[in-house]
Structure formats: structure tokens, C-alpha cells
């Protein structure tokens, strides 16, 4: 028959296009052929399966397509007819599995977004970053391409139910609901605490569709098929907003701990090995170096720009640089610089017996006024002449409070996220219980309770207390570090979910829109009763001003973001 043919030719299409990407995939095409920044692993790399936005991209668009084709599949093969010939018995697994199935869909959306938050570099949480560049609209675009499929699937789902309820007002369908979401909370509960707010939305989810399936004469058929579309932007907007959340707590505790590490550790040893086989080696050998130092006027600023942008390798970020210059009798070559006026009165300094390490002219400078507080000294000799040396000293301070650094993200152009937020951090260090150092905007004297410091919890997940986030790390050496951020709570969450939502409602209109325009004839035959009209002016006068304000909002904030980290930095 006609649709047994039409089945059949979509299905070898299908099998056709995966078969398509996975050449692609295993003959790493098309950046192979032409190296295009859509198809670069550095913006994002996941897996085989999506190594950049670009191979991301073919997933999602072959994604959409088979959902697509399942739900054409699912009208031609008229299944919701047959369905309605089920029993009430049948009826009742069938829903069962359908509410499983859907659970399973958000699974697969939230293991897709945490995927595009961990494994690109973009700063795609609001909270963080409202500048929106074109790598970071692509990625909210495949978001919404991503929600469309979902849409798909829902909607088949959400069929069935709706079929099968049809003529029942029992509250067995709300029990069985909650005795899924029951057993699949204890599942998460015993196995990973991150896929409860899943089943919380899902669970809200077939909330709402039980609901507008029994009392489906509440609201006309077209305008209950409107609002689903919106129901699934807002599941989708959540799932993402939950993601996220997951992922910032995921890397803020990594970050701490590395944090706590960085801070606690004796020595650098990775630095010194590389500071002394590497950095030194190519300095001192660089013949544009030796050429700057010789003359009578000295580019000191060349010299410190290239020894800092070519010379030190990105293991080096965690560190403040300052670069000092001496000729070849020992002077500075600054007169400006004040840390030292001789190269012998810098020796006699920080060159002392406590502060050598193995290697030579390498020190680790450690302040007795500030406890775990270091830097290095590397004095690397450059070669002038016949035995005449001039030296370049790299001053290599650990950055105590990273995110409070002076790298402001819109003056230096950066675009990679950070796993936390930059308006607080600090650490206090515990000794038996006793406050012995601290640093940052956070009191610990006052405001921290010393009683967490007994607790497990601390030391696993942190604590949350009056608006901050405490992790305690414990040393070997017996010492123990708080380090504190200002909580991300549910404020964050809503923000984010308002943007994605927001987004996912302009790329609707934007894509109603095109249908409009593409198939204009149909508009002409468009006579929609009073209702509708009273139903569509009503969503355009909350969608549209919603868009505008939000858009302006965004703009100004932009804004003022903007003149207050210039007017900081002048």
C-alpha cells in the first residue's frame, strides 16, 4: 500500500543520512578538506560522536529529523486510532510507559546540555556573562533546535495519554504518576542526587498533560496545542537552568579544591622544572632579546611583553607576572622600577640560603607576614658580548584570589567562561580549630560558625550558610582552608531560565513567522472566530512587550556593565 511505501522510503532516508554522518564522523569531514572555525574542536569538543559545534550542529539537525519523521510516521500509520481500542487494563501500561519514556527524553536533554556547558570554553551561563557572540547564539540556537525534537517526541507522548483518558476523571492516573516519580526519586536518591530536579520537572510535566486531558473542554483543541508548545519551552528552559546549576556546583568544587591545593602545597615542582628547562633555556637564547637589551636605548617594554606572551606557557596563568631588567653591570634598566636598583641589591634580598630551591639562580620567596603566601625569582642570565650578561628577572606571584584579578572580561576580550562567579571569594586558614589567617571580603571571625568545621558534610559537598558557599579542605600538615564564594541559589537558576525561555520564545516566533511568509495563501483563507482573536492580541500583548523590555533591560544593564569596568580600569 501507499503508506507502506511511503514508511519504507523514509526509513531508508533515515538509514541513508546516519549513515552519512557517520562517514563523516570516521573521515573526520569536512575540517579535514577546509579548516572552518565552526568545525574546530577548540570552541567545543565532547566526543567521537561531536568533536566541535559544527559536527554538534549535524547531530542535533539529524535529530530533528528523525523526530520529524516519527511523528509523520505516527499520523500515517493513524496509531492513536489504534490505540483507542486498547483495553483499560492495557490502556493503563501503556501510560505507564509513555510517562517513562518521557522521563528518559529529559535524561537525554539534560546529559545534552551539561555536555555543552562542560565541554565548551563559552561562558554561556547569564549570570556570568550577558554579551552574546555569534559562537554563543549558535550553541542557545542548537538548545532550541534540541527543544523542537523534545517538542516532537512530547507531542506524540502526550497524544497517547490524551487518547487514552479521554473518557476518565479517576485519580488512578495521578497515582500511578507518583508512584514513577516515587520509585525514581530513590533511584536518584541511592545513585545520583543531580537527576531529582528531572523528575520534579517530569513529573510537573505529566502533572499539567493529566490535568488538560480530563477537563480538555476547559480549552479549545488549537489553542491547547498553542500553549504545549509553550509548556515545553518551559520544560526545556528548566532542564537547562538545572544543568547548569549542576555544572557550576560540579567545577566550583573542583576549583576550590585545586584552589586549596595551589595554596597549601610547599613548591611548585611542575614550575620550576619548567622555568628552568624551558623558560630560561629560550629567553636567554632569543637573538631579538640579546638585540633590544645591547642598544643604547633598551625596549624594555618589547622585551617584557614577549617574554610574557611567548616564553611562558599557559601553565603559568595561575601566576602574576613581573618582569625586571639589569645590564650588563648589574643595573636596572628602569627608573621607574623601584622593587630593586641593582641586580646585587636584589640578591642580597631574596637570594638567601632559605629561599633557594635545586635549581640555580631559581628562589621560592616565601612572606612571614602572610602565611602560605610565595613567589619566584628566576634570574635569567641573556648573553650581550664577550662575556658580558644581562639579566632578566621574573618576579612569579601565585594568584591568591583568581577571581578577583584584574582581567576584566570585556576590556581583555575574553569569551571563556570562568567556573564560578568573580564578585567574592576568599579562604580562612583553621589551625586546631583556631582562626590563624584569612584573606578576602568574607569575616571569618564573625560571621563563620566554627562548629562546621566538625561536620562531613563541609569537606564533601560544602556548606551553605547566610548567603555563602563553604568547602573545607584538610592538609597533610595539618592546617585546614575554607574557602568561601556567595551562593548560587535559585535567583541564578530563574535568571537563566528566563533567557533561555525568552530565547526559545523569540526563535518560535521567528520560525511562525517564516511558515507565515512562506505560505501566505493559506493566511488569506485564515478566518479566525472572535475568540481567537481575543486569544492571539491577548499572547502578543504579554510575548511582545515581554521581548522588548527584556531586550532593553539587557541593554542597559550591557551597558552600565560596560562604563563601570572602563571607568574602574582608567
Known amino acids: 500500500s501507499r503508506k507502506v511505501v511511503l514508511a519504507s522510503a523514509l526509513l531508508l532516508l533515515l538509514v541513508l543520512l546516519v549513515s552519512f554522518r557517520l562517514a563523516l564522523l570516521f573521515l573526520n569531514l569536512p575540517f579535514l578538506i577546509v579548516e572552518?572555525?565552526?568545525?574546530?574542536?577548540?570552541?567545543?569538543?565532547?566526543?567521537?560522536?561531536?568533536?566541535?559545534?559544527?559536527?554538534?550542529?549535524?547531530?542535533?539537525?539529524?535529530?530533528?529529523?528523525?523526530?520529524?519523521?516519527?511523528?509523520?510516521?505516527?499520523?500515517?500509520?493513524?496509531?492513536?486510532?489504534?490505540?483507542?481500542?486498547?483495553?483499560?487494563?492495557?490502556?493503563?501500561?501503556?501510560?505507564?510507559?509513555?510517562?517513562?519514556?518521557?522521563?528518559?527524553?529529559?535524561?537525554i536533554l539534560f546529559r545534552f546540555y551539561y555536555g555543552i556547558y562542560h565541554n565548551s570554553p563559552l561562558a554561556l551561563?547569564?549570570?556570568?556573562?550577558?554579551?552574546?557572540?555569534?559562537?554563543?547564539?549558535?550553541?542557545?540556537?542548537?538548545?532550541?533546535?534540541?527543544?523542537?525534537?523534545?517538542?516532537?517526541?512530547?507531542?506524540?507522548?502526550?497524544?497517547?495519554?490524551?487518547?487514552?483518558?479521554?473518557?476518565?476523571?479517576?485519580?488512578?492516573?495521578?497515582?500511578?504518576?507518583?508512584?514513577?516519580?516515587?520509585?525514581?526519586?530513590?533511584?536518584?536518591?541511592?545513585?545520583?542526587?543531580?537527576?531529582?530536579?528531572?523528575?520534579?520537572?517530569?513529573?510537573?510535566?505529566?502533572?499539567?498533560?493529566?490535568?488538560?486531558?480530563?477537563?480538555?473542554?476547559?480549552?479549545?483543541?488549537?489553542?491547547?496545542?498553542?500553549?504545549?508548545?509553550?509548556?515545553?519551552?518551559?520544560?526545556?528552559?528548566?532542564?537547562?537552568?538545572?544543568?547548569?546549576?549542576?555544572?557550576?556546583?560540579?567545577?566550583?568544587?573542583?576549583?576550590?579544591?585545586?584552589?586549596?591545593?595551589?595554596?597549601?602545597?610547599?613548591?611548585?615542582?611542575?614550575?620550576?622544572?619548567?622555568?628552568?628547562?624551558?623558560?630560561?633555556?629560550?629567553?636567554?637564547?632569543?637573538?631579538?632579546?640579546?638585540?633590544?637589551?645591547?642598544?643604547?636605548?633598551?625596549?624594555?617594554?618589547?622585551?617584557?611583553?614577549?617574554?610574557?606572551?611567548?616564553?611562558?606557557?599557559?601553565?603559568?596563568?595561575?601566576?602574576?607576572?613581573?618582569?625586571?631588567?639589569?645590564?650588563?653591570?648589574?643595573?636596572?634598566?628602569?627608573?621607574?622600577?623601584?622593587?630593586?636598583a641593582t641586580l646585587d641589591e636584589l640578591r642580597k634580598k631574596y637570594a638567601t640560603a632559605a629561599n633557594r630551591t635545586e635549581y640555580n639562580n631559581l628562589y621560592l620567596v616565601n612572606d612571614p607576614a602572610r602565611p602560605h603566601t610565595r613567589f619566584y625569582l628566576k634570574l635569567i642570565e641573556v648573553p650581550l658580548g664577550t662575556q658580558l650578561y644581562g639579566t632578566i628577572v621574573l618576579q612569579l606571584s601565585l594568584k591568591e584570589l583568581l577571581p578577583n584579578s584584574l582581567v576584566p572580561e570585556l576590556l581583555a576580550g575574553q569569551q571563556h567562561q570562568q567556573p564560578f562567579r568573580a564578585d567574592i571569594l576568599s579562604y580562612g586558614i583553621y589551625e586546631k580549630g583556631r582562626l590563624t589567617y584569612s584573606e578576602g571580603e568574607f569575616d571569618y571571625a564573625t560571621n563563620f560558625d566554627r562548629s562546621q568545621l566538625g561536620r562531613s558534610e563541609l569537606y564533601r559537598q560544602g556548606a551553605t550558610e547566610d548567603g555563602f558557599h563553604h568547602l573545607g579542605v584538610k592538609s597533610d600538615s595539618g592546617p585546614t582552608v575554607i574557602i568561601t564564594t556567595s551562593k548560587y541559589g535559585a535567583r541564578e537558576v530563574l535568571s537563566n531560565f528566563s533567557f533561555l525561555f525568552l530565547y526559545f520564545t523569540t526563535c518560535l516566533i521567528a520560525v511562525a513567522l517564516i511558515y507565515i511568509l512562506l505560505n501566505r495563501e493559506r493566511l488569506r483563507d485564515f478566518q479566525p472566530n472572535f475568540s481567537t482573536k481575543i486569544q492571539l492580541f491577548l499572547n502578543f500583548g504579554i510575548l511582545l512587550p515581554l521581548m522588548l523590555v527584556s531586550i532593553v533591560t539587557a541593554s542597559l544593564v550591557t551597558g552600565s556593565y560596560k562604563k563601570d569596568l572602563l571607568s574602574s580600569y582608567e
Open 36 to 107: 572552518t572555525e565552526l568545525f574546530d574542536p577548540r570552541l567545543y569538543a565532547a566526543s567521537f560522536w561531536s568533536p566541535s559545534v559544527g559536527d554538534l550542529a549535524l547531530n542535533v539537525l539529524l535529530l530533528v529529523t528523525i523526530a520529524w519523521a516519527a511523528y509523520y510516521l505516527f499520523h500515517q500509520n493513524e496509531v492513536l486510532s489504534t490505540i483507542k481500542t486498547y483495553s483499560p487494563e492495557k490502556g493503563r501500561v501503556v501510560i505507564g510507559i509513555t510517562m517513562l519514556a518521557f522521563f528518559g527524553l529529559l535524561a
Open 125 to 340: 551561563d547569564i549570570n556570568q556573562s550577558i554579551a552574546l557572540e555569534r559562537y554563543k547564539l549558535v550553541m542557545y540556537s542548537l538548545m532550541f533546535l534540541h527543544t523542537v525534537a523534545l517538542c516532537f517526541f512530547a507531542y506524540m507522548l502526550a497524544s497517547v495519554v490524551n487518547v487514552l483518558l479521554r473518557k476518565s476523571s479517576d485519580w488512578w492516573p495521578y497515582k500511578l504518576l507518583l508512584a514513577i516519580a516515587v520509585i525514581l526519586l530513590l533511584l536518584a536518591l541511592l545513585i545520583d542526587m543531580r537527576w531529582v530536579a528531572m523528575i520534579l520537572i517530569g513529573t510537573a510535566f505529566w502533572t499539567v498533560i493529566l490535568l488538560a486531558a480530563q477537563h480538555r473542554q476547559a480549552i479549545s483543541l488549537p489553542y491547547r496545542t498553542y500553549l504545549f508548545f509553550f509548556l515545553i519551552i518551559a520544560v526545556s528552559s528548566m532542564t537547562g537552568a538545572a544543568s547548569l546549576y549542576t555544572h557550576f556546583q560540579s567545577e566550583l568544587l573542583a576549583y576550590k579544591q585545586k584552589f586549596a591545593f595551589d595554596l597549601m602545597q610547599g613548591n611548585d615542582v611542575l614550575a620550576e622544572y619548567l622555568l628552568e628547562e624551558d623558560v630560561a633555556v629560550r629567553v636567554s637564547e632569543d637573538v631579538l632579546i640579546q638585540t633590544k637589551m645591547k642598544g643604547p636605548y633598551v625596549d624594555a617594554f618589547f622585551i617584557k611583553r614577549k617574554t610574557s606572551r611567548q616564553f611562558l606557557p599557559e601553565y603559568f596563568d595561575k601566576y602574576e607576572a613581573n618582569i625586571l631588567l639589569f645590564d650588563g653591570e648589574g643595573r636596572t634598566l628602569e627608573s621607574a622600577d623601584t622593587t630593586a
